[in-house]
């Protein structure tokens, strides 16, 4: 069975699906994208996702499309036509192909291109790796200032994920000014005598959705949360450290540029979290 798509309001195969050589996103990388998980057929926190599209493309100027208010519906229909029962939905507007390359932004009218996919990841849920724990690298965070927007630019982060690869490590934690910002696709956290550290909001990171949802879940269960930059030193010596993404939501890490943290095993805290978040998550999924 092809994979049926979404783009600019049609259900194609994958093989028919196509958008033109002069597209924004393509040509500039002005698009913005959200990742949506699935587990037993159903979207987790779709309105996460679906506010913080709205806030990318409001902060870039970039119009909405019409089929903005038919994301759920077309999530839903990518859903069943795929038979997806644990995987993720890829979502991608960008600001449109106008008829020539030009920095200027597109005359008014210019639709905007909407493609989403689906990614079937039988099992997400249960990944072994969480079981094992992660090992990272510290990387210098050389992004653009506007990490708070979920553009495409993606360049950098790819790039940290191949140096973590031929280090050695599966993922990469960026510090800027001595202090980390977030890994190269999640929001990262140490903890420290029963405190969990993040990086505060701002600019500088990526306003993740699960990160909202763990922190709340976290207060809820007594746990203590400061939300505040912190240096990989401190990191390194840390009792635990995790990250959160849509993808691999609580994610143990047990290795930081070689220091192995704690026991060398997945910590309480983070095990505990992921239990929670899956738990209520899967409840709460639409
Ligand atoms: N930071 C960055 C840079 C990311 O790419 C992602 C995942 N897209 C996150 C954090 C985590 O965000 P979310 O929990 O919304 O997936």
Redesign the pocket.
Same mark, same amino acid.
């Given at each position: 069975m092809s994979r049926i798509v979404y783009v600019n309001g049609d259900y194609l195969p994958e093989e028919e699906a196509k958008v033109s050589v002069f597209d924004r996103g393509f040509l500039f990388a002005d698009g913005v994208y959200e990742?949506t998980s699935v587990l037993g057929g159903k979207l987790i926190d779709f309105d /996460?996702?679906f506010k &913080?599209l709205q806030r990318s493309l409001g902060e870039l100027d970039m119009p909405a499309p019409a089929a903005l208010d038919d994301l759920l519906e077309i999530h839903r229909a990518l859903v069943t036509r795929n038979e997806i029962v644990d995987g993720l939905i890829y979502l991608q507007i960008t600001r449109g192909a106008p008829a020539d390359r030009d920095f200027a932004f597109p005359p008014e009218g210019t639709e905007p291109t909407v493609v989403l996919f689906t990614q079937s990841k039988p099992g997400l849920g249960e990944s072994p790796q969480a079981k094992q724990g992660i090992k990272v690298i510290s990387i210098e965070d050389i992004r653009w200032g506007r &990490?708070d927007i979920?553009t495409v630019q993606l360049l950098y982060?790819s790039m940290g994920k191949m140096m973590a690869k031929k280090a050695g490590a599966d993922d990469a934690w960026m510090v800027e000014d001595g202090l980390v910002t977030? /890994?190269? #696709?999640?929001?990262a956290y140490i903890v420290k005598d029963g405190k969990i550290i993040t990086r505060n909001l701002g600019t500088e +990171?990526?306003h /993740? +959705?699960? &990160?909202a949802a763990v922190l709340r879940f976290a207060r809820e269960a007594q746990m203590v949360v400061e939300e505040r930059p912190f240096t990989i030193e401190e990191a390194k010596a840390a009792d635990e450290a995790f990250f959160? #993404?849509? #993808?691999a939501f609580v994610m143990p890490v047990v290795e930081i540029d070689g220091v192995s943290l704690g026991d060398g095993v997945p910590g309480v805290v983070a095990s505990r979290l992921r239990e929670i978040y899956l738990e209520e998550s899967r409840k709460a999924a639409i």
């Open positions: 990742v /996460g996702h &913080r &990490r979920k982060p977030e /890994g190269t #696709s999640n929001n +990171i990526l /993740g +959705i699960t &990160r959160t #993404s849509a #993808s």
